[in-house]
């Protein structure tokens, strides 16, 4: 198939682009790399099945010339982690919305199976567990900017929907906390990469908080195997599907288990929220999705363990990942 991957540069994005590279597929990726990075898909370059845009979603011209020749979209471009959308919330409700009613318009207009990337983050904090793909989502003021991302995205899923209705086959994933190799080494989105780079430097793991909130962390090759299910299962057509492990874990343990593996001699220390988002931040204190329907349509479970996962992980972040930072986070 030939298969477009808006945002394929990024860190979920670029282990898609190995993935369906390595079945055969003739893959497209579109990324402005102001969050993905070259390096990423630079193995890929040279191959005749594969290539590469240096443009934005916002572009519709672009976007038209790619989706027409295209059989099946990922759509994964965005501006995620709470740090840039509170950094600059303007240019990610811009990206977030308007970036994907491009896609799902063109998709709709040339007929393209869509995958549409959403987060978990759309149950906002919500602390029911597990959460169910129809839970309620609870969120904050819109003067809290945080919430801004689960909006965006939550108007997306409603594109997806509407779209759906009208019979184009679009499907939505929520992923829950992807690690791997490829995260941003800044942490920028990431506890896991923030810990393993602090951990790696000799400074202080920051946990923030009490460190009990907890997430689901999901290995990357299980995100992108659940991603690469919902573009291709008949069934899935018009469905919302959590992509997630269902293995809790507080932020505490996370860093004593990174602390651990890396054998670092680094402290773990505790930070309030306030000192690290700014006064009106908002934290979701527990995240765990029910994959119950993942597993049922999809036939999907992640399956990596943890620790598993963790240590793949270290062992990019000792190869490369650590080679592209600058001095101190
Ligand atoms: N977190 C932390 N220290 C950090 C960065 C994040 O304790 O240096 C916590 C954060 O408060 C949250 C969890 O780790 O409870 C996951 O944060 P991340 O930004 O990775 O993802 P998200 O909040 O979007 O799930």
Redesign the pocket.
């Known amino acids: 198939m030939r298969i477009l991957i808006t945002g394929g540069a990024g860190f979920i994005g670029s282990n898609l682009v190995d993935a369906l590279m390595a079945q055969g597929h003739e893959v497209t990726v579109l990324d402005n790399l102001s969050v993905g990075k070259i390096q990423n898909i630079a193995h890929h370059l040279e191959s005749e099945r594969f290539h590469f845009v240096n443009d934005s979603i916002l572009n519709v011209t672009t976007l038209e010339r790619l989706i027409r020749q295209s059989d099946l979209i990922y759509h994964l471009a965005a501006v995620v982690?709470?740090?840039y959308v509170v950094e600059d919330p303007l240019n990610a409700i811009i990206t977030n919305v308007r970036g994907t009613e491009n896609v799902l318009e063109l998709a709709f207009k040339y007929w393209v199976r869509t995958v549409i990337a959403s987060?978990?983050?759309i149950y906002g904090k919500s602390t029911e567990a597990p959460l169910r793909e129809d839970a309620d989502r609870l969120l904050g003021p819109t003067t809290v900017e945080r919430w801004s991302y689960s909006d965006a995205k939550a108007i997306d899923e409603y594109f997806a929907f509407a779209y759906a209705k009208k019979g184009l086959p679009v499907t939505v994933v929520r992923y829950f906390?992807a690690y791997g190799p490829r995260l941003d080494p800044l942490?920028y989105?990431?506890?896991?990469?923030?810990?393993f780079t602090?951990a790696l430097r000799g400074e202080p793991?920051?946990?923030?908080?009490d460190?009990n909130?907890?997430?689901c962390f999901t290995y990357v090759a299980d995100t992108v195997e659940g991603t690469i299910l919902a573009g291709t299962v008949k069934e899935a057509a018009g469905m919302v599907f959590n992509i997630g492990s269902n293995r809790e874990t507080t932020?505490k343990s996370?860093?004593q288990m990174i602390k651990q593996l890396t054998g670092s001699s680094s402290e773990i220390v505790y930070?309030p929220?306030t000192s690290?988002y700014g006064p009106h931040f908002e934290?979701?204190?527990r995240?765990v999705p029910d994959t119950t329907r993942a597993k049922e349509v999809l036939g999907f479970e992640a399956k990596t363990p943890l620790e598993e996962g963790l240590r793949r992980t270290l062992a990019w972040f000792r190869e490369e990942g650590l080679t592209t930072l600058s001095p101190r986070l």
């Open positions: 982690g709470v740090k987060s978990s983050e906390n942490g989105g990431s506890v896991v990469a923030r810990f602090q793991l920051t946990v923030y908080d460190g909130q907890t997430r932020i996370l860093a930070v929220y690290a934290e979701t204190r995240r």
